[in-house]
């Protein structure tokens, strides 16, 4: 058990409190510790989520004025063209579960894939760090909790439980690997700060 009042700490723009809890236990392995910070951040549209993050990391910047990091995620169906790449919140708000099983039902390939983002930013510099994690489009929807696209996807490795389910029964923190955007991310600032190099 880490000691905080000894820890790093550095900020993360979220109001998603799932992402929060993911990446505070993946910097906790690296002895920082996240602080959350929850705000509304107009998002540029692109269909490219680095410029999309890049953009959303300086914005926030701008309005704390202090080193920290954000998040963004992209999904593509590839038996879809890519759909809904960066546009997944958008898609989330109008589409219910049942919306998502009525589009991908008849597809052969039910490959969806997760891409994770996290991008540091203070006054010198933006680092951008991402991951790609492979999943599969469910027949039904599963489990209570989280926006629609969780209920409908199993990602590698949850023997087909859905994102949801995972969430319902406490194993959020788990869902992220040790070569996740998260990880890498908390590995970099840990030997930053190490070096002296911290803003």
């Not at 989520?49 to 998040?71: C, G, M, S, Y």
């Not at 199993?154 to 389910?165: P, R, W």
Request: net charge negative; aromatic share 10%; with cysteine.
């Amino acid at each position: 058990m880490y000691n905080s009042s000894s820890m790093m700490k550095l900020l993360c723009v979220t109001g998603n409190k799932h992402k929060f809890d993911i990446g505070k236990q993946a910097f906790s392995k690296y002895d920082i510790e996240l602080k959350q910070r929850v705000f509304d951040l107009d998002e540029i549209q692109s269909e490219d989520p680095k410029l999309i993050i890049r953009d959303k990391a300086r914005r926030a910047f701008d309005q704390v004025n202090e080193p920290l990091i954000v998040t963004d995620d992209s999904w593509s169906i590839p038996a879809l063209r890519g759909f809904p790449g960066p546009y997944m919140k958008s898609i989330n708000y109008w589409f219910t579960p049942e919306d998502f099983i009525r589009l991908t039902k008849e597809l052969s390939d039910k490959t969806i894939m997760l891409h994770q983002f996290i991008a540091y930013q203070d006054a010198y510099e933006t680092v951008i760090f991402s991951s790609d994690v492979i999943g599969a489009l469910l027949p039904t929807a599963q489990g209570k909790e989280g926006p629609s696209i969780m209920k409908v996807v199993s990602l590698s490795g949850d023997n087909g439980l859905s994102i949801a389910e995972r969430y319902d029964q406490g194993l959020e923190r788990d869902i992220t690997g040790t070569n996740d955007a998260w990880h890498q991310a908390a590995e970099w600032y840990a030997a930053k700060v190490e070096s002296g190099q911290q803003a």
